[in-house]
């Protein structure tokens, strides 16, 4: 799956991007000819030129996700708080998201960060995500160095704290942030199946 | 004891990422000539009765689960959450005694949902599919005779934990009427977890309000009502159900001047939200005839859990005085509960299990009612057995940290309850009302367990006040004083015991106690007054009547005392026009009708 070359062709149908050699095990961020996602407006999203120089943090969510909704005020509260290293995006993975839907489902929410579909799963895949909610995060370089669970307010459907009791993705992007790798198996997330949305 | 029971554990583990596999299990079972699975034909079936009673638009589940649509886009959430056995909600092992609307798949039933998954998600024939379930739109029972809305909404955050908040509702009636049910539409039904709605015969409820109508929180609430009346209707929502329609003969009294408090259980949905429920009442012209009685077990005193003790057991006996039949059982712990278990023990041997829950979950709580009531003859001995998990094992532990925690209402708090509606059986003979056995009983038992059982004295004393053995009464008051001091209930009651046994005096400074902490208490400002009276003191009498009937302008009684206690203070003319407002209030007032006729009497011989 890791290209070494890739030549992008761009929505005007013009050229070129090259990327730099990768010698890391993880997939790069790519995209190909037809597959992308997009902002609201329906412009392709280039997740290698986005932020430069800055950690991203994509959040899986849905607006009928009963978990991933009630996740809403902590996810705001995480991109805040990090807001000088890392740049937060929202990912619908559903291909019956409208962009009004989701502009109206953020406001509600009370969501600040810009918001993406990815009907084809472009960004599922490449953050390899499961659920909504969960958290992928890339370095500076665009490299996956975490991808699962927020937190763990939820063990099991049915089965919630009180207040979650380990900050899986705080500690993600702090770790990002130091350039440190991250130790252990991500846990995964517990809320709705994207692999339902396909 | 283990934390999860083994099959909850296996299937999260299976639940993420690993789905295929478990179910490939399930159907390796199955025989291979059978026909594909389909949603029309084999999963539609079990959605439209089990899953879209909530699962609808305007109802507590999050989304609908009508079409094939709805169900392809949960399908794995599906297949997780009903072989954990988490959806539908149902919280009760299967037992010998059948439960009305038991909530269970079987096992059949949840393993073609894993195989349908399993297999692709196969929409089938258009033919195969069922009519679609049809339900009452908007109230269920049809058009409420009285529809009270909540006069404050309640603004419920985006965040934070699991809440709880108390709307009072003024009972809109202006006589006595009997409900046979009530429907509680909570507004955006998917915010309240359950709802419960409690009669506030004496409006004590309303006093923790800030604003009037602006309702209060709390989890638990306590309702204290002076007369020998046992609550005795559980009225319970909770998503999904239709509201219970008590029989004929069962209908709950409800009186002028009562409110009716909801206690509601809210979970923040990630957007900040208003919630203002409102109550349908639905009367019948048929009063209660029978009389059920709230059993209570419960052992709050055992409820000491060390920090991380992951197995602590709570029990509780209470040997039944009379035959009851139990109607409905509601078993009640907060978040550490575990394993909550009822038995009943028969006099003559043998056992049956009343209820068993293995592994508890507060936001699922609810009433269950028995199919069929259950006959427990007298002697039979119930049984409460609850056990607790205190470890950081359980997730819902609300002290990270594990604590020790001990009994208390709120959330971080425990209890241990355990409540049954039972029907006393009465032999035709019988005259005394077949429930003050129990409650005796209750009371007596529970003063055992806790001599400073503050409720039991009281109860105690107000049955034994009822049935005329003042001096009884009078002793179980004193406890009752004794453990609060200034609880303004019993300062009055205790103080009307006094004035009943001829003990006038030492009432005096009981009565004034319970207006010192309530100025606005009626039934002690016309107690005091009565006090005063018989001591003389008609000045002071006065005074108070004429206090009592500001606060209750509707009052004979008052009335008719106030224009006494002008009488005896010489002004003829304001007692005259108190005794013809009470007569106003009450024609056949017969004091007030004697008083008047003297006083007229009295007028006339002496004229100006």
């Known amino acids: 799956m890791s290209e070494k070359f890739l030549t992008f062709r761009l929505f005007s149908g013009l050229l070129v ?3 730099s050699l990768c010698v890391c095990s993880k997939p790069l961020l790519s995209r190909n000819h037809q597959r992308f996602a997009t902002d609201l407006e329906g412009k392709p999203f280039d997740l290698s030129r986005a932020a430069r120089g800055k950690i991203v943090v994509l959040i899986f969510v849905r607006t009928d996700c009963p978990i991933s909704n009630r996740y809403a005020p902590t996810i705001q509260q995480l991109g805040a708080e990090h807001r000088n290293d890392a740049t937060f995006f929202l990912v619908y993975p559903g291909k019956g998201e409208t962009s009004d839907a989701i502009r109206k489902h953020d406001r509600e929410f009370g969501y600040t960060f810009a918001s993406l579909r990815d009907p084809q799963h472009v960004l599922v895949k490449q953050s390899e995500a499961q659920i909504t909610p969960e958290a992928a995060v890339f370095d500076a370089g665009r490299r996956l160095v975490y991808h699962g669970r927020i937190d763990n307010l939820y063990e099991d459907f049915g089965h919630a704290r009180k207040t979650a009791t380990t900050h899986e993705l705080a500690d993600a992007i702090e770790a990002a942030i130091a350039g440190k790798p991250l130790s252990g ?14 | 004891m283990t934390v ?11 639940g993420f990422g690993r789905v295929t596999t478990a179910q490939q299990k399930v159907t390796t079972h199955t025989n291979p000539a059978q026909p594909q699975i389909t949603f029309n034909r084999d999963i539609a079936p079990i959605l439209y009765r089990s899953c879209a009673r909530c699962h609808r638009p305007g109802e507590a589940g999050p989304f609908s689960l009508l079409t094939y649509a709805d169900a392809k886009s949960r399908a794995h959430q599906i297949a997780v959450v009903t072989k954990s056995r988490f959806m539908p909600p149902w919280l009760p092992d299967e037992g010998d005694l059948k439960l009305a609307d038991e909530l269970r798949l079987s096992a059949d039933e949840i393993a073609r949902i894993q195989a349908w998954v399993d297999k692709g998600t196969a929409e089938g024939d258009p033919a195969d599919l069922p009519a679609k379930p049809k339900f009452a739109e908007g109230w269920q029972l049809g058009k409420p005779d009285v529809i009270v809305k909540a006069t404050k909404a309640y603004a419920l955050p985006a965040s934070g934990s699991d809440n709880y908040w108390n709307f009072v509702f003024r009972a809109p009636v202006d006589r006595t009427r009997w409900l046979k049910s009530i429907e509680i539409r909570p507004g955006d039904k998917w915010l309240v977890h359950h709802a419960n709605v409690l009669v506030d015969r004496q409006q004590n409820g309303r006093r923790h309000e800030i604003d009037p109508g602006a309702g209060f929180g709390g989890m638990e609430l306590t309702i204290e009502s002076e007369a020998f009346d046992p609550d005795s209707h559980f009225l319970f929502w909770k998503p999904g159900s239709i509201p219970y329609v008590e029989p004929d003969g069962m209908a709950l009294r409800l009186d002028k001047d009562t409110d009716l408090i909801l206690n509601t259980h809210l979970q923040p949905s990630g957007k900040p939200e208003t919630i203002q429920p409102t109550l349908g009442l639905y009367f019948t012209d048929k009063p209660a005839t029978m009389h059920p009685v709230l059993l209570q077990l419960e052992n709050d005193r055992m409820l000491d859990i060390p920090a991380g003790d992951k197995h602590f057991a709570v029990t509780d006996q209470f040997t039944l005085p009379v035959d009851v039949d139990v109607l409905a059982i509601y078993p009640h712990a907060h978040y550490l509960g575990k394993d909550l278990r009822a038995t009943a023990k028969f006099p003559g041997g043998g056992s049956e299990t009343l209820i068993h829950i293995p592994d508890w979950n507060l936001n699922w709580q609810a009433v269950y009612r028995y199919a069929q009531p259950v006959k427990l003859p007298k002697g039979t001995t119930i049984s409460m057995n609850f056990v607790y998990d205190n470890s950081e094992k359980n997730v819902r532990n609300p002290n990270d940290p594990p604590q020790r925690v001990v009994a208390g209402n709120r959330a971080v708090d425990e209890m241990a309850h355990l409540w049954l509606q039972v029907l006393p059986q009465q032999s035709a003979q019988e005259k005394s009302d077949p429930r003050t056995p129990i409650v005796e009983a209750m009371a007596r038992h529970n003063l055992q367990k806790n001599p400073d059982d503050f409720e039991a004295h009281y109860n105690l004393a107000a049955l034994l006040m009822g049935r005329g053995e003042v001096p009884q009464a009078i002793a179980h008051f004193e406890q009752a004083n004794r453990v609060r001091p200034n609880e303004p209930t019993v300062n ?13 005096e030492e009432s005096v400074p009981h ?3 319970a207006l010192n902490a309530r100025p606005d208490y009626f039934d002690a400002r016309y107690n005091l007054g009565n006090a005063l009276a018989s001591l003389g003191d008609f000045r002071g009498a006065l005074a108070q009547f004429q206090a009592a009937v500001r606060i209750n302008p509707e009052d004979a009684n008052a009335e008719a005392n106030l224009g006494s206690a002008f009488a005896e203070t010489g002004d003829l003319k304001q007692a005259k026009q108190h005794y013809e407002r009470a007569l106003g209030l009450n024609p056949n007032h017969e004091l007030a009708r004697e008083n008047l006729q003297q006083l007229n009497q009295t007028l006339h011989d002496s004229p100006k």
């Open chain 1, 17 to 19: 991007a090259t990327i």
């Open chain 1, 185 to 198: 198996n991500a846990t995964p997330a517990v809320g709705c199946y994207i692999s339902d949305l396909e």
């Open chain 2, 4 to 14: 999860v029971p083994l099959a909850c554990m296996a299937a999260l583990v299976s």
């Open chain 2, 492 to 504: 009055n009651a205790f103080g009307a015991a006094l004035l009943a046994a001829g003990r006038t």
């Open chain 2, 511 to 513: 009565l004034t106690a």
